[in-house]
């Protein structure tokens, strides 16, 4: 039973004005202990975070990789937070496609942790999963992973131990794997990374954790500052006409971005795995957790423009949509001409060659009946009344997806105590942990998933499987017209998504949610690929 | 499963609601939930308006997707409006007397209307929205629907998105087990 005020170091979180407290609830605080990094430590004994450097990866390299605590000054607040190499973000890695290298991390902060090297088809032992593919690195250990990388893309890197707080905390980074194509992208005039985040903060600085147990189970961990490559202030500068390849990566814990560029038209090159089979122009960028996508921008009109998530927030409060913006990163473009125009080529859709004879190879497999079927499911056990009367009244429309933390209090006072996340295997009928599937390398496999809108709170859930690749066939039974290699796809609510994995890469795996909140509340479970 | 000890949570005040409830909450099983599964959750019904013969005993019903030509997980509009594509058809229907039926889409509150088009000899028709809530009318135009403004003929049917149930927590329902199709559907 919640506490009646706030106490066990819980401040209370911000609220948004527009949508009340529920009456009952004043003073209510999580089920769980409160957690902050570096309780006692002099904050100004800890080392001020740098900027991500960027690391040319030569095969055979090692890479020395601490993970540390980080001094950080996120909108006027000094906080401690977390690093990688003491920086935010962690190291940009740049690799070439096919090279090995070695990382020898150290664990320098009070809490175990591993590395996950996301998306990345690499040998087992190195995924970084505690309890399944290795033991964590506990404070003050070293562990060494061997990274290889057979595929080009935008990959990340980022604990597997409660990611909710360390991820949150600052311990991601990109691990880019060029292709050694020089033609592999169209001509862009440079590159750019975006890694986009939220953090949830109040006038101290960072709100708690849970410590036994994540707070936020329902909806996952919103936060009201907005990051781009760790800064709040993120800005460029550009000139007019020039073409920008932006790599963008969602880590937050939770939200879903819907990212515009103005009024300057976004070209969608590369997703997680690789390059769609062909470009395409879009309106925006809808990017879930775990996501990364690849676009080129050309910037055609002097004056500055506004890189923004642009979003229709719910009001539940009210039952309305209403229009948000957050500003993301300004760009300031000049008036002054780039010499090399590159309009040609931007105006382009260029097709994937190398996908054709991919998906041909598998497309006999596009219309087999499903191999396994799953549902995800939520179960709530003594949430504070209040909750469970106003969330049971509300159930008339569910959105198909969460943009914004609709019901802040309710979210926050939800933990992994009471709120269990369910992935079941429909035909099985074993749900979370429980459920193990077997495959030998080489199986081609068509997983189902329905994302039930007939629970207590349901919620879209960016789903990501381990060391493999997979197609999003179908959503909705509508074909996918455009396809590319993902290992993490969004499933709004109510949705039914075919996914066809390549069981190329043999191991123990996680299939499971990136929010991280869910992934604790039991979202998740293991399968095992045989070596063929 | 679904073990919720309703009257006694519904006889409680908020003020002396600072307890945990007995509650465990299941997805899927029961009955009672007002929930559909799949891709007809965000679908719904048009209902008739008895006004025109005919059409009295019809039903109909519009199929809400996404659309089919995002790349992404979900089709969204450049500012955060859900971008559906729509199917829209009616049955029992035995229009007599001249005119056809033309599909259009408008707000709420009637402020912005587009046509979707005219029925075909089937009494369906295909169409998209991008607003998060709309209403879906049907009416007896006597020609197309002209250049697709406004109608000017008389509502045959009429429904609402399913957006449109979201509740106010300061209107109704709150402490009232209702029927969810209470607002104007045939539940």
Redesign the interface.
């Given at each position: 039973?919640?506490a009646?005020t706030p106490s066990n170091g819980w401040r209370m979180i911000p609220m948004d004005m527009n949508m009340p407290m529920?009456?009952?609830?004043e003073g209510?605080v999580p089920s769980v202990g409160a957690f902050l990094p570096g309780v006692g430590i002099d904050l100004a004994s800890i080392p001020l975070a740098r900027p991500s450097a960027i690391v040319k990866w030569q095969r055979g390299d090692t890479l020395d990789l601490s993970v540390s605590m980080v001094r950080r000054s996120i909108d006027g607040t000094e906080m401690l937070m977390f690093g990688y190499n003491g920086q935010y973000p962690g190291p940009l890695l740049d690799a070439i496609e096919g090279s090995t290298v070695v990382v020898r991390v150290r664990n320098e902060i009070q809490m175990p942790t591993t590395i996950h090297w996301h998306g990345v088809r690499l040998e087992n032992q190195f995924d970084g999963v505690p309890g399944l593919t290795q033991a964590p690195i506990e404070p003050g250990e070293d562990f060494i992973y061997e990274v290889k990388v057979p595929d080009a893309g935008m990959f990340w890197y980022h604990p597997h131990v409660r990611e909710d707080v360390q991820q949150d905390l600052g311990l991601y980074g990109n691990l880019l794997v060029r292709s050694p194509d020089p033609e592999y992208f169209g001509p862009a005039h440079r590159e750019e990374i975006l890694v986009v985040d939220d953090l949830l903060m109040d006038g101290e600085g960072l709100l708690p954790w849970g410590k036994e147990s994540s707070t936020h189970a329902l909806m996952g961990r919103f936060g009201n500052v907005m990051l781009v490559n760790g800064q709040t202030d993120h800005q460029m500068e550009t000139k007019t006409g020039e073409v920008i390849r932006f790599y963008i990566t969602n880590v937050a814990n939770s939200r879903t971005f819907?990212i515009?560029f103005g009024n300057n038209r976004i070209k969608?090159v590369a997703s997680d795995i690789g390059r769609?089979e062909r470009e395409?122009w879009?309106?925006?960028?809808?990017?879930?957790p775990g996501e990364r996508y690849v676009v080129d921008v050309q910037f055609d009109k002097p004056g500055e423009t506004v890189i923004a998530n642009?979003?229709?927030a719910?009001n539940?409060?009210?039952?309305?949509?209403y229009?948000?913006v957050d500003t993301l990163s300004r760009v300031m473009v000049s008036s002054q001409i780039n010499e090399e125009d590159l309009s040609d080529s931007f105006e382009l859709l260029r097709e994937n060659q190398e996908m054709i004879p991919e998906i041909e190879n598998l497309e006999r497999h596009f219309t087999k009946a499903p191999d396994y079927e799953l549902?995800t499911?939520?179960?709530?056990?003594?949430?504070?009344?209040?909750i469970?009367?106003?969330m049971?009244?509300?159930?008339?429309?569910?959105?198909?997806?969460e943009?914004n933390d609709a019901m802040p209090m309710m979210n926050w006072l939800s933990t992994g105590k009471?709120v269990t996340w369910?992935l079941k295997d429909k035909i099985s009928g074993l749900e979370k942990g429980d459920i193990h599937w077997e495959f030998e390398q080489g199986d081609i496999v068509k997983i189902r998933i329905?994302n039930?809108?007939?629970?207590?709170h349901?919620m879209?859930h960016p789903i990501h499987l381990h060391g493999q690749r997979f197609l999003?066939l179908n959503?909705?039974?509508?074909?996918n017209?455009?396809l590319?290699w993902k290992d993490t796809?969004?499933?709004?609510?109510?949705?039914?998504?075919d996914l066809l994995v390549e069981m190329s890469n043999p191991g123990e795996w996680m299939f499971h949610c990136h929010i991280a909140e869910h992934l604790h509340a039991g979202m998740s479970f293991n399968f095992t690929v045989r070596e063929y | 499963m679904y073990t919720?000890y309703r009257v006694a949570?519904?006889g409680?005040s908020?003020?002396?609601?600072?307890?945990?409830?007995p509650?465990?909450?299941?997805?899927?099983e029961d009955e009672g939930?007002?929930?559909?599964?799949?891709?007809p959750?965000?679908s719904f019904q048009l209902i008739t308006t008895k006004n025109i013969p005919g059409t009295g005993r019809g039903r109909g019903s519009v199929e809400v997707?996404?659309s089919?030509?995002?790349?992404?997980?979900?089709s969204?509009?450049?500012?955060?409006?859900?971008d559906y594509d729509l199917k829209l058809s009616l049955n029992r229907i035995k229009l007599r007397g001249e005119g056809r039926l033309v599909a259009w889409v408008t707000t709420r509150d009637l402020s912005k209307i587009r046509r979707i088009g005219p029925l075909d000899p089937y009494y369906q028709v295909n169409g998209s929205v991008d607003w998060?809530?709309f209403l879906v009318v049907v009416t007896l135009e006597s020609n197309d629907g002209g250049n697709g403004d406004k109608w000017e003929g008389p509502v045959v049917f009429r429904g609402m998105s399913?957006?449109?149930?979201?509740?106010?927590?300061?209107?109704h329902?709150?402490?009232?087990e209702e029927n969810?199709f209470a607002y104007g559907y045939d539940g």
């Amino acid at each position: 039973m919640p506490a009646m005020t706030p106490s066990n170091g819980w401040r209370m979180i911000p609220m948004d004005m527009n949508m009340p407290m529920l009456p009952g609830l004043e003073g209510a605080v999580p089920s769980v202990g409160a957690f902050l990094p570096g309780v006692g430590i002099d904050l100004a004994s800890i080392p001020l975070a740098r900027p991500s450097a960027i690391v040319k990866w030569q095969r055979g390299d090692t890479l020395d990789l601490s993970v540390s605590m980080v001094r950080r000054s996120i909108d006027g607040t000094e906080m401690l937070m977390f690093g990688y190499n003491g920086q935010y973000p962690g190291p940009l890695l740049d690799a070439i496609e096919g090279s090995t290298v070695v990382v020898r991390v150290r664990n320098e902060i009070q809490m175990p942790t591993t590395i996950h090297w996301h998306g990345v088809r690499l040998e087992n032992q190195f995924d970084g999963v505690p309890g399944l593919t290795q033991a964590p690195i506990e404070p003050g250990e070293d562990f060494i992973y061997e990274v290889k990388v057979p595929d080009a893309g935008m990959f990340w890197y980022h604990p597997h131990v409660r990611e909710d707080v360390q991820q949150d905390l600052g311990l991601y980074g990109n691990l880019l794997v060029r292709s050694p194509d020089p033609e592999y992208f169209g001509p862009a005039h440079r590159e750019e990374i975006l890694v986009v985040d939220d953090l949830l903060m109040d006038g101290e600085g960072l709100l708690p954790w849970g410590k036994e147990s994540s707070t936020h189970a329902l909806m996952g961990r919103f936060g009201n500052v907005m990051l781009v490559n760790g800064q709040t202030d993120h800005q460029m500068e550009t000139k007019t006409g020039e073409v920008i390849r932006f790599y963008i990566t969602n880590v937050a814990n939770s939200r879903t971005f819907n990212i515009t560029f103005g009024n300057n038209r976004i070209k969608l090159v590369a997703s997680d795995i690789g390059r769609y089979e062909r470009e395409q122009w879009t309106p925006s960028v809808v990017i879930a957790p775990g996501e990364r996508y690849v676009v080129d921008v050309q910037f055609d009109k002097p004056g500055e423009t506004v890189i923004a998530n642009t979003i229709q927030a719910i009001n539940h409060f009210r039952g309305e949509f209403y229009p948000h913006v957050d500003t993301l990163s300004r760009v300031m473009v000049s008036s002054q001409i780039n010499e090399e125009d590159l309009s040609d080529s931007f105006e382009l859709l260029r097709e994937n060659q190398e996908m054709i004879p991919e998906i041909e190879n598998l497309e006999r497999h596009f219309t087999k009946a499903p191999d396994y079927e799953l549902e995800t499911l939520v179960r709530v056990e003594n949430l504070p009344t209040p909750i469970v009367i106003s969330m049971e009244s509300d159930t008339l429309y569910v959105p198909p997806m969460e943009w914004n933390d609709a019901m802040p209090m309710m979210n926050w006072l939800s933990t992994g105590k009471e709120v269990t996340w369910i992935l079941k295997d429909k035909i099985s009928g074993l749900e979370k942990g429980d459920i193990h599937w077997e495959f030998e390398q080489g199986d081609i496999v068509k997983i189902r998933i329905f994302n039930s809108p007939d629970s207590f709170h349901p919620m879209n859930h960016p789903i990501h499987l381990h060391g493999q690749r997979f197609l999003v066939l179908n959503r909705d039974d509508i074909q996918n017209q455009n396809l590319v290699w993902k290992d993490t796809a969004i499933l709004p609510v109510g949705s039914t998504m075919d996914l066809l994995v390549e069981m190329s890469n043999p191991g123990e795996w996680m299939f499971h949610c990136h929010i991280a909140e869910h992934l604790h509340a039991g979202m998740s479970f293991n399968f095992t690929v045989r070596e063929y | 499963m679904y073990t919720v000890y309703r009257v006694a949570i519904l006889g409680m005040s908020f003020s002396l609601a600072l307890t945990t409830s007995p509650v465990t909450l299941y997805g899927g099983e029961d009955e009672g939930m007002c929930v559909e599964a799949g891709v007809p959750y965000y679908s719904f019904q048009l209902i008739t308006t008895k006004n025109i013969p005919g059409t009295g005993r019809g039903r109909g019903s519009v199929e809400v997707t996404f659309s089919d030509n995002s790349p992404f997980g979900i089709s969204v509009t450049s500012d955060g409006s859900y971008d559906y594509d729509l199917k829209l058809s009616l049955n029992r229907i035995k229009l007599r007397g001249e005119g056809r039926l033309v599909a259009w889409v408008t707000t709420r509150d009637l402020s912005k209307i587009r046509r979707i088009g005219p029925l075909d000899p089937y009494y369906q028709v295909n169409g998209s929205v991008d607003w998060n809530k709309f209403l879906v009318v049907v009416t007896l135009e006597s020609n197309d629907g002209g250049n697709g403004d406004k109608w000017e003929g008389p509502v045959v049917f009429r429904g609402m998105s399913r957006s449109g149930m979201m509740h106010t927590m300061v209107g109704h329902g709150l402490l009232q087990e209702e029927n969810c199709f209470a607002y104007g559907y045939d539940g």
